[in-house]
C-alpha cells in the first residue's frame, strides 16, 4: 500500500485548531470608552449666536479671515481674543482647506485654536 495515512494528521490539526478558538477571546483585550450620555435637561438654545469664522487655508498656505488674507503671526492674538469670550459665546470656527494644502499650515492653524481655549471647531469643504 502507497498511499499516505492523513488522519492522525488531520487529528493533530483539530485539536491545534480547537485549541486556537479557546485560548483566543482572553488574549484579546476590551478598551475602554466613555460614550456620551443623554441628557434630561438640554442646554438652552441660544437667541443670537455669534456667527461663524471661517479660516479657509489655500494650496499656498495662505491663511484667510473670513475672506482677509491673514498672516500666521497675528492668527494666535485673533484666536485669542475669541477664546477670551464665555463658552457659551464663542464663535464656531470653521475651517476649510484646499485639497492641496500642506497638513503642517493646517496644524499650526489647529495648535494655535486650541492654545486660545476654542472648543468648537468643525471642518467643511472649501466653498461651502
Known sequence: MADINVTPLVDVMLVLLILFI????????QIQ????????????????PPEPIR??????????WNGSPTPMSTLQAQFDVEGARPLDEQPTIEIATDLDAEYEVLAKVLSRAKNANLIKINFVEPGA
Open 33 to 48: 470608552v466613555d460614550l456620551p450620555q443623554p441628557s434630561t435637561n438640554p442646554p438652552p438654545a441660544l437667541v443670537n
Open 22 to 29: 479557546v485560548t483566543a477571546p482572553p488574549v484579546t483585550y
Open 55 to 64: 479660516i479657509a487655508i489655500d494650496a499656498g498656505g495662505t491663511v484667510s
